[in-house]
């Protein structure tokens, strides 16, 4: 028989003993096999009963009475992982905290407090002994964590340093377990570091989820955490995370760096070098070549306005670009509208662009070249053309064009950049054109224009701009085609949400996935695909009421499906263009308040959610919504009235020309 070692949060009193003998339980505590059951008996029932306030419960939690579950067998099983309080005055995830072993145990917190068993005194675990693949060892009637995998243990003991572990936790070697094996079962629920290199704490901070899930964060990063880009949390050393937690909310220095970062974002980033770019008249190779055909090709043409893009695929900006073209057409002819795309060869929807207008798609003819000649080859043409104002909605190469030639092309062509919403780093910080790019080149602009009055008041405020230079930087409220009628309802017994948008980083998947598992009652349809990042919907181990229904051609032909509302989340935005469709289609919204969204979405047009990250909050809205169809529709049609006023396309192109010269 094998042996193990009981170990407490005192290691002065734990003792080892053969796993036959020795129970570690107290043995006064007669009603201690309570705690180690997974199913919810008469027993389990009459214990919680006395502490459980059912009326509280069921209606801090509208989506547990949607169900018609008993919320005391709701709470047993699924409420206290989700870190719900069984009443007012309990706390679950505060008692938790207390005793963090309960959620290895997957014990439940209030049966712990109901026994009695809330001492201050830790509960005692089985650790077994140093072998690898050990087999699982019960302590007498002692909950015993499960021996990690042979697999599990053989990935991370490389990066365990045995060293280090014994000499930060010296009771471990007193134990006679393998400390690796200490730490993937206990250790790191009691906070303690694999090495000096990952502090334990600071990645289970910065990623909830894995916490929520009691899920070793040491394993969790050597095997998903490193390849997932999009996480907010990282490895750190632990003096790196005594460091970075200073300036986390609370920390020592959290206020004065919030506010120094609102005046100056690039502060983040201490360690970004201006480039300087050294580029040469044409003289040989492929860059002549190519210039030479451009030249051929617009013999004799000139265009008054050149419209930038990266790409044309599923992304709002380049739907505004869109936009801009549309009405730059209308007003100036579609002659004078040269549309260029610039980083890739993408053109996934022609029809957001008006076929009248010419188009080139620059990235392909310059594929395998370098950035200098790409420079050399833009600039040509946009000298050849003699063109008089250069549009910019997100074009990379056109930006770092800018960085390193913008005081001398702005002298000979007006220069607009169109910015919608910064970036935000997996590490917290703002970046992205409205922040990094934006601050090298502002001087050369001729105008800024946003997607929100929001973003525009941040420029202004952070550049210092007043008075005329406050004039340069203008928003131009985006607009779509409204529908005569709305969108169909599901007509079904479930509701049924509509979700559409790229699941990238910024609209936050893994806060969709919650919302789903926190509103079981209704089923929500995901449209769309990753487009800048490469995790899919799957990754996200979605509950059942979340369909995907991937990418659409058309807003407006997924509606026959009929919704009864439109979700949307995201962590930063502007003025999305899925609001405006969801908007036209006489959808109820439900939506963060981020960005720019307010300046569409109210407490009169739809349900704002204070804080992108706030499950209940998304909860209670959508219960609002769902329980007063009427006024769910009347604060939809009032949106759509908004839309018609101030979104339309008589506005926006009223708008553009304030900034035209």
């Known amino acids: 028989m094998s042996k193990s070692t009981v170990l407490t949060s005192d290691p002065d009193t ?72 069984p009443r007012e005055d309990f706390k679950t995830e505060a008692y938790l905290k207390k005793y963090p072993e309960l959620l290895a145990f997957g014990s439940c917190p209030l049966l712990h407090f109901a026994m009695g068993l809330d001492t201050g005194k830790r509960m005692p675990v089985s650790v077994p002994l140093a072998s690898e693949g050990a ?25 365990f340093d045995e060293t280090f572990y014994c000499d930060e936790y010296p009771h471990v070697t007193r134990l006679g377990v393998d400390p690796l094996v200490h730490y993937m079962t206990i250790g790191w629920i009691e906070g303690n570091d694999p090495s000096a290199e990952f502090s334990t704490s600071f990645y289970l901070k910065k990623n909830p989820d894995i916490r929520k899930q009691g899920i070793n964060p040491f394993l969790h990063y050597h095997k998903f955490g490193k390849k997932e880009k999009w996480r907010q949390g990282r490895a750190v050393s632990r003096v790196e995370a005594y460091a970075l937690e200073a300036f986390d909310p609370g920390g020592a220095l959290a206020d004065a760096l919030s506010e120094a970062l609102e005046l100056e974002p690039m502060l983040g980033f201490p360690n970004n070098v201006n480039r300087i770019v050294r580029s040469l008249p044409l003289t040989h190779g492929k860059v002549v070549d190519l210039a030479a055909k451009l030249r051929r090709t617009f013999a004799g043409r000139t265009f008054s306005n050149v419209v930038l893009v990266p790409h044309v695929r599923m992304s709002g900006a380049t739907r505004i670009g869109g936009m801009l073209t549309h009405a730059l057409a209308n007003l100036h002819g579609d002659q004078e509208v040269l549309l260029v795309q610039t980083d890739a060869s993408h053109f996934e929807f022609p029809e957001w662009f008006p076929d009248s207008v ?22 040509d043409l946009l000298y050849g053309i003699e063109a008089k104002h250069v549009f910019n909605v997100q074009s990379r190469l056109f930006w770092n064009l800018m960085r390193a030639f913008g005081k001398q092309i ?24 409205p922040i990094q790019w934006l601050r090298d080149t502002v001087d050369f602009h001729h105008s800024v224009l946003t997607d929100s009055a929001f973003l525009a008041r941040d420029i202004r405020t952070r550049f210092g701009f ?6 340069r930087v203008q928003p131009l409220l985006s607009y779509t085609d409204l529908l005569p009628e709305p969108a169909p309802a599901s007509g079904q017994r479930r509701p049924r949400a509509m979700w ?8 936050r998947i893994d806060i969709l996935v919650d919302i789903a598992r926190a509103n079981p009652e209704i089923d929500i349809w995901v449209y769309g695909k990753p487009v800048l990042d490469q995790k899919t ?17 058309s807003f407006e032909e997924t509606l026959e499906n009929g919704f009864d509302f439109f979700l949307y989340t995201a962590e930063w935005d502007g003025i999305p263009t899925g609001l405006l469709e969801a908007a036209a289609a006489r959808l109820p919204i439900v939506a963060p308040d981020i960005g720019g969204i307010s300046e569409l979405v109210d407490a009169t047009t739809g349900w704002l959610v204070a804080d992108y990250q706030d499950v209940d909050g998304y909860r209670t809205a959508i219960g609002e919504l769902l329980g007063d169809r009427a006024d769910a529709q009347a604060r939809a049609e009032t949106l759509y009235a908004k839309l018609g006023e101030q979104f339309s396309p008589d506005a926006y192109r009223n708008d553009l020309k304030k900034v035209l010269p």
């Open 135 to 159: 087999h699982p060892i019960q302590a007498g009637p002692s909950i015993t964590l499960k021996v990690p995998p042979v697999a599990d243990l053989k990935l991370i003991r490389p990066f």
């Open 466 to 471: 007043t008075g005329d230079q406050a004039q």
């Open 537 to 553: 919907l799957k990754d996200y181990n979605p509950p059942s009421n979340i369909y995907d229904q991937g990418a659409f051609d």
């Open 358 to 379: 010419m188009h080139l798609d620059l990235s392909t003819e310059m594929e395998g070249m370098s950035e200098d000649e790409k420079f050399k080859i833009l600039t």
């Open 500 to 507: 559409a948008g790229r699941h990238d980083r910024q609209k």
């Open 14 to 85: 734990s003792v080892a003993a053969p796993a036959a003998t020795q129970d570690p339980l107290p043995a006064t505590d007669k009603d201690d096999s309570l705690l180690r059951t997974n199913r919810l008996t008469d027993a389990v029932r009459n214990k919680l009963a006395q502490h459980f306030d059912s009326e509280f419960y069921l209606k801090a939690y509208p989506d547990v009475r949607a169900t018609g579950m008993d919320p005391v067998e709701h709470y047993f099983y699924f409420g206290w992982k989700e870190a719900r309080n």
């Open 410 to 433: 702005g002298q000979e062509i007006n220069i607009t950049s169109y910015l919608f919403c910064w970036d935000v780093t997996v590490t917290g910080l703002r970046t992205g054109y």
